[in-house]
């Protein structure tokens, strides 16, 4: 596989559910990003990671809790949602946070019950 | 603050005709300006990245070009499969990654 991949590529979930988004590069690069993109809005940026390590929480509620284990894989558990939440959250890769060329997955969409 | 504009939010076309979607941009230093084209229901689809003022990249029918103020992405002769949204984002002066995005021109290309 090459690129950006997300799983799974749709969600709905209840307000009171846990659930996992995961992310894989195949890229070789070092920073991986979460985005939200809601309607009519611009893509929001949410956290950020670099060499597994966070360098940016974009004020994003505790109900949004990143995980990174190694520079190729990225999670976002979720739980105790709200229906505003819903949206498309995408996942993207750059070879570190300078060279922010970045590349992004094909998204989550996410609906809250 | 970092800021990101794009003009028009909508815009259509018919097949061949030429037009150019705006990106005007605030930055304290720019260290990247980049165009993605985005599919409904899809991640966003890298077309270029820019530096420096004067600098022009090209690709099939589409061309961008930068100032100090502002990138326009030309397109020539566009086709139906052009249909999309144009997002412009930028790298300014955060030093953790972050890159602003405007709203999006959303693109329809009538045959």
Sequence with gaps: ?113 | EDQVTQSPEALRLQEGESSSLNCSYTVSGLRGLFWYRQDPGKGPEFLFTLYSAGEEKEKERLKATLTKKESFLHITAPKPEDSATYLCAVHGSSNTGKLIFGQGTTLQVKP
């Design chain 1, 1 to 113: 596989e090459t690129g950006v991949t997300q799983t799974p590529r749709h969600l709905v979930m209840g307000m009171t559910n846990k659930k996992s988004l995961k992310c894989e590069q195949h890229l070789g690069h070092n920073a991986m990003y979460w985005y939200k993109q809601s309607a009519k809005k611009p893509l929001e940026l949410m956290f950020v990671y670099n060499f597994k390590e966070q360098t940016e929480n974009n004020s994003v509620p505790s109900r949004f809790s990143p995980e990174c284990p190694n520079s190729s894989h990225l999670f976002l558990h979720l739980h105790t949602l709200q229906p505003e939440d819903s949206a498309l959250y995408l996942c993207a890769s750059s070879q570190d946070l300078l060279n922010t060329e970045a590349f992004f997955g094909q998204g989550t969409r996410l609906t809250v019950v």
